[in-house]
């Protein structure tokens, strides 16, 4: 039932051998726009509010504000479009800090960039509350955050069908939100070109009166903390180099072109939004957010106005919805990555039976709904946190691709032209985290950086634990290598009548030479067979095109015949059987199965590693599958065994 019930909710399983899966799982430009893109214009929500309520009454800063923002999305974006020339296969911040500074920069933009996502669903899901909740009156506004943690529950629910899934599913809300915006926007400054000699000796008239009153330095300063504090219109930018395992091929040209899509209808949106709070001289209100200020002011003289403000205001707040995909699209793709480097647990980089990392989708969306909870929805406090974690991770990229070009400068000629926009975008980003960190330090900013030293942190005790086992493993490799043959090569075939030991493996390692091992020693002269069954398991870093599968394929048979040659080597027939899938207990059972029909006189070997002192964590960072599997064969009437590998890492060293 429980079956059934989970497969209705988030689909039947896809099948990895389908040859179109990759086609049918892939964006194309205009959804990947929409998919990964909607995070960076549903800034525009949040990001020139932020700004614009600094500037207090110097107002005709916003002209400037807008402009600047316009420029700097274009910076970022372009530099960011590099990165995906050069690191055309995903990961964006992670990866290329760790490809071109090294591991302990790489774990710091990674562990910035898993706090920005949570953040991103949080800070986005808020907003959205705040722009729904500001057509109903103030009481109801303490409902807010019970109704944004059912709106994440609802989209990781989502999620878990398919990114290709949930990406159809919101594009209609996309549509709307851009149509209404385009109005707004594009009415709003229309109709004050008329005007456009007043508005220039105003905003004249005004920039004079504060030389005399606060100085240059005062307008700078003033324009620089409004800058910096709009930060958030920026975040969302690099979601595209950290989701190109999703793009269409060539994944390259499909990722150049949704950058272009976003940065531009952000540029357009964020800076045409900061020009009509000055053309309206629009001013905050309790309960209300700016924009729904502004469209109420704008559509007012129009027939039925009320109800287009109302639906360009529900539009963007349904919008934001689709903002929080890009957390739940890129924050488990991060962690697939990390995982896969030793940084997180190795279930992280698995796929579900829908090629989803569900893992990390349901930490993601917890972890969001206990920040809501935490911050009470504020979305000013979401946006502190936000802003200094993605700034760091722009840092970061830029400043690696700057070491990248200066490394291969004798391969790229033209790496003097390419440098300058990467050089240009570090300084600029680590000028809006310098003031964000300043400003906002004792304001929330700790809280952020608290958190991502934590997650830091246990980042380097998991890299650590597995370096240990890793070492204490390789021991058994060298032992059984090591081992003289006195018996001569055995070349028979297998005995199908005959009593076999099947043994499943994970490749060729010490875990496995202690399994075999273990056989030999607790049955001596029982088996005259031994058949070695692996699944070639499909993760994130494998799941990159039909060659890539194959290629897995045929190295798990090499490995496996290392395993014949040396049990044949010490007299004993031997053969191999290989399956490929997402979920090791599923496809080993369906594997062990087929291999007992071909060997009746079988019985089924696996190993589990066992520590001196078991922790918690211990379970965290090492499934169950042996166990799993045993009870499903046992219940199968299929003899299973599952034998201890112990390990002792106390005392060994970290490779």
């Avoid at 005709?60 to 055309?88: C, K, N, Q």
């Avoid at 800070?123 to 729904?132: E, F, H, K, N, Q």
């Avoid at 480097?341 to 206990?370: H, V």
């Avoid at 060997?599 to 599958?625: A, D, R, W």
Wanted: hydrophobic share 50%; aromatic share 12%.
């Amino acid at each position: 039932m429980f079956k059934k019930f989970k497969e209705f909710i988030i689909g039947p399983s896809r099948d990895i051998k389908d040859a179109s899966i990759f086609h049918k799982l892939s964006l194309i430009p205009i959804l990947a726009w929409i998919g990964l893109g909607a995070d960076g214009l549903s800034s525009s929500s949040y990001g020139p509010e932020e700004a614009f309520r600094l500037i207090g009454s110097h107002s005709y800063l916003a002209i400037f504000l807008g402009i600047a923002t316009a420029i700097t999305v274009f910076i970022i974006s372009y530099a960011y479009s590099r990165i995906i020339e050069h690191f055309p296969h995903g990961g964006g911040g992670y990866v290329v800090a760790t490809h071109t500074i090294g591991e302990s920069a790489g774990v710091l933009s990674g562990a910035a960039l898993l706090v920005d996502y949570v953040l991103t669903i949080a800070v986005s899901l808020a907003s959205c509350g705040d722009a729904i909740f500001s057509y109903l009156p103030l009481k109801y506004h303490s409902y807010k955050i019970f109704f944004i943690s059912v709106l994440i529950i609802c989209l990781i629910i989502i999620n878990m069908r398919g990114v290709r899934e949930s990406v159809t599913i919101l594009t209609p809300i996309f549509i709307v939100f851009a149509i209404t915006h385009a109005i707004l926007i594009g009415y709003g400054i229309s109709i004050h070109t008329k005007d456009i000699l007043h508005l220039t000796g105003r905003i004249e008239l005004a920039f004079k009166n504060d030389i005399t009153t606060i100085g240059w330095i005062g307008i700078l300063a003033l324009f620089l903390k409004a800058f910096s504090m709009g930060a958030g219109t920026y975040t969302g930018i690099e979601a595209v180099s950290n989701g190109m395992q999703i793009m269409r091929e060539p994944k390259v040209k499909t990722g150049k072109k949704t950058m272009a899509y976003m940065a531009t209808s952000l540029a357009i949106t964020a800076g045409g939004l900061l020009f009509c709070y000055y053309l309206f001289e629009v001013r905050p209100i309790e309960g209300k957010t700016l924009n729904t200020t502004l469209a109420e002011v704008v559509f007012k003289s129009w027939p039925k106005g009320d109800y287009i403000a109302f639906i360009t205001i529900l539009s963007e707040g349904i919008l934001l919805i689709v903002a929080a995909q890009t957390g739940f699209i890129d924050g488990p793709r991060v962690m697939a990555n990390m995982a896969i480097d030793s940084w997180l647990p190795r279930r992280f980089s698995s796929f579900s039976e829908r090629l989803t990392m569900q893992n990390g989708i349901l930490i993601i969306g917890i972890s969001s709904i206990l920040l809501l909870f935490y911050t009470k929805g504020s979305v000013s406090a979401l946006i502190v946190m936000y802003s200094i974690n993605v700034f760091i991770t722009f840092s970061l990229s830029q400043f690696g691709m700057v070491l990248f070009f200066l490394k291969n400068k004798e391969k790229d000629k033209s790496w003097a032209r390419h440098i300058i926009i990467h050089i240009v975008g570090f300084f600029l980003c680590l000028t809006i985290l310098s003031i964000t960190i300043y400003e906002k330090f004792l304001e929330g900013g700790w809280i952020t950086i608290l958190i991502t030293g934590a997650l830091i942190y246990i980042c380097y005790m998991i890299k650590r634990h597995y370096a240990k086992v890793r070492y204490a493993i390789s021991h058994l490799e060298q032992t059984i290598t090591d081992m003289p043959t006195t018996l001569p090569y055995n070349n028979e075939p297998v005995k199908k009548a005959d009593m076999t030991a099947i043994i499943l493996v994970n490749g060729f390692n010490g875990f496995g030479i202690h399994t075999l091992l273990s056989v030999v020693r607790y049955f001596p002269n029982v088996f005259k067979n031994y058949i070695f069954l692996s699944i070639a398991v499909v993760d994130s870093g494998m799941f990159k095109g039909i060659s890539e599968l194959n290629a897995l394929v045929e190295a798990r048979k090499k490995e496996l015949m290392k395993y014949v040659t040396i049990t044949r080597r010490h007299g004993f027939p031997a053969e191999y059987r290989v399956a490929m899938g997402t979920d090791v207990v599923e496809e080993a059972i369906k594997l062990i199965k087929e291999t007992v029909i071909e060997f009746p006189k079988s019985m089924v070997f696996t190993g589990k590693l066992v520590f001196k002192k078991e922790h918690l964590f211990h379970k965290i960072l090492h499934n169950e599958t042996a166990y799993a599997i045993q009870r499903h064969l046992q219940w199968e009437g299929i003899p299973t065994t599952v034998l201890p590998i112990r390990i002792y890492i106390e005392n060994a060293m970290t490779s």
